[in-house]
T-cell receptor, first 114, second 111 residues
Framework: GAVVSQHPSRVICKSGTSVKIECRSL??????MFWYRQFPKQSLMLMAT?????????EQGVEKDKFLINHASLTLSTLTVTSAHPEDSSFYIC??????????FGQGTRLTVV | QKEVEQNSGPLSVPEGAIASLNCTYS??????FFWYRQYSGKSPELIMS????GDKEDGRFTAQLNKASQYVSLLIRDSQPSDSATYLC???????????FGKGTSLLVTP
């Protein structure tokens, strides 16, 4: 299957600071990438759909000014959690599709805000 | 609202047995169906995809799809302790939008 690389895998930051998470499709071009958040023992919750060269589409209840998404190229999307707070601590996962079928996930980023 | 329903479990089966995981979905326009396996603290890993009615086999895994009943299942034969994980059912209508995930079924295979 296709490879999606996500970095960093784990990050601890202080409350009020910003954290950037990168998601790269290594062997295919992804015009669309998806960002999910998963709290412990919960399912994946879609946060936003990232489209190359255009603004991201955010799900209801997700603050676009807090979770900044940039999809500057066909292989890279970034999610920046701005002014992070402890309640933002979660497992963030990106996903990309190489066709209108299968989706592949990055390794995920465990964010802890202290 | 498009919904994907799974029994949260845990489903406990003895080693060597068949594990049967079930999923129902609400959107009749759904075209693509996927099973992902997620170990604790890790991101989901694609196990099976199925697009047409019937069975699809891959090694110890068999996916079954019944669009009329809006039902998709995953059978794991000769279950191993390493199969213990949460299994996520995902559905898409081929619109290019994100997959819609169920909440997952926790599977425990006991030695």
């Amino acid at each position: 299957g296709a490879v999606v690389s996500q970095h960093p895998s784990r990050v601890i930051c202080k409350s009020g600071t910003s954290v950037k998470i990168e998601c790269r499709s290594l062997d295919f071009q992804a015009t669309t990438m998806f960002w999910y958040r998963q709290f412990p023992k919960q399912s994946l919750m879609l946060m936003a759909t990232s489209n190359e060269g255009s603004k991201a589409t955010y799900e209801q209840g997700v603050e676009k000014d807090k979770f900044l998404i940039n999809h500057a190229s066909l292989t890279l999307s970034t999610l920046t959690v701005t002014s992070a707070h402890p309640e933002d601590s979660s497992f963030y996962i990106c996903s990309a599709r190489d066709s209108l079928t299968e989706a592949f996930f990055g390794q995920g980023t465990r964010l802890t805000v202290v | 609202q498009k919904e994907v329903e799974q029994n949260s479990g845990p489903l406990s089966v003895p080693e060597g047995a068949i594990a049967s995981l079930n999923c129902t979905y609400s959107d009749r326009g759904s075209q693509s169906f996927f099973w992902y396996r997620q170990y604790s603290g890790k991101s989901p890993e694609l196990i099976m995809s199925i697009y047409s009615n019937g069975d699809k086999e891959d090694g110890r895994f068999t996916a079954q799809l019944n669009k009329a009943s809006q039902y998709v299942s995953l059978l794991i034969r000769d279950s191993q302790p390493s199969d213990s994980a949460t299994y996520l059912c995902a559905v898409n209508d081929n619109s290019g939008y994100a997959l819609n995930f169920g909440k997952g079924t926790s599977l425990l295979v006991t030695p």
